[in-house]
């Protein structure tokens, strides 16, 4: 069963400045996909990441899988309020149907 | 953009009751799931269900649950017995299938918040 570590656990920023949070295990993954969650609603979908060492954009959001396809991380540049929420990373599950989740980085990003 | 729909949106019940947690999913979706996440804590695969058979459940989903298609539209959970420790957010979440199935991304409905008392 993968284990999947987040981190940072909490991350409590100012508008405009960047930031970097992980997502790893010692597991390799055939792909991970990264969910965005906002309070009162399910996970949404981010991106997924396939290949080792790809990198990804998406407008202010960077994200990278690492060469060995261990980790990953994702990259905010220049944060805003609307970036606030629950980032879970998940990977596919023993048997390939389900998905495995992580902890999660909850960001707030302040006015 | 087509979504999946969970309702109640929030249901009290005492323990010791059944409850059915309601669930449509995208139409053309071949795999439907139930996650739960209590408060605070992460996201937990309860079951997958594919061609009208569960094909995955973790060790959460013992026998006080079962998942249900009644009418090829609908997906429901359900709980025959409630404990405290049930009270969560449940999660229905539906997924196509395409030749890379396994990078298909889940879409997740709003959840259904439970409260058992």
């Known amino acids: 069963t993968q284990l999947l570590e987040q981190s940072p656990q909490f991350l409590s920023i100012q508008e405009g400045e960047n930031l970097t949070v992980y997502c790893n295990s010692s597991?390799?993954?055939?792909?991970l996909q990264w969910y965005r969650q906002e309070p009162g609603e399910g996970p949404v979908l981010l991106v997924t990441?396939?290949?080792?060492?790809e990198v990804k954009k998406l407008k202010r959001l960077t994200f990278q899988f690492g060469d060995a396809r261990k980790d990953s991380s994702l990259h905010i540049t220049a944060a805003q309020p609307g970036d606030t929420g629950l980032y879970l990373c998940?990977?596919?599950?023993?048997?390939?149907?389900?998905?495995?989740f992580g902890p999660g980085t909850r960001l707030s990003v302040l006015p | 953009e087509p979504e999946v729909t969970q309702t109640p949106s929030h249901q009290v019940t005492q323990m010791g009751q059944e409850v059915i947690l309601h669930c449509v999913p995208i139409?053309?979706?071949?795999?439907f799931y139930w996650y739960r996440q209590i408060l605070g804590q992460k996201v937990e695969f309860l079951v997958s269900?594919?061609?009208?058979?569960?094909?995955?459940k973790s060790e959460i989903f013992d026998d006080q649950f079962s998942v249900e298609r009644p009418d090829g539209s609908n997906f429901t959970l359900k709980i025959r017995s409630t404990k405290l420790e049930d009270s969560a957010m449940y999660f229905c979440?539906?997924?196509?299938?395409?030749?890379?199935?396994?990078?298909?991304?889940?879409?997740f409905g709003n959840g259904t918040r439970l409260t058992v008392t």
């Open positions: 139409s053309n979706h071949l795999y």
């Open positions: 998940a990977v596919p599950g023993d048997y390939g149907q389900n998905f495995v």
């Open positions: 597991s390799v993954f055939s792909s």
């Open positions: 990441v396939v290949t080792g060492g």
């Open positions: 269900f594919y061609n009208n058979e569960i094909s995955e």
């Open positions: 979440a539906s997924r196509t299938r395409h030749q890379s199935s396994y990078n298909s991304p889940l879409h």
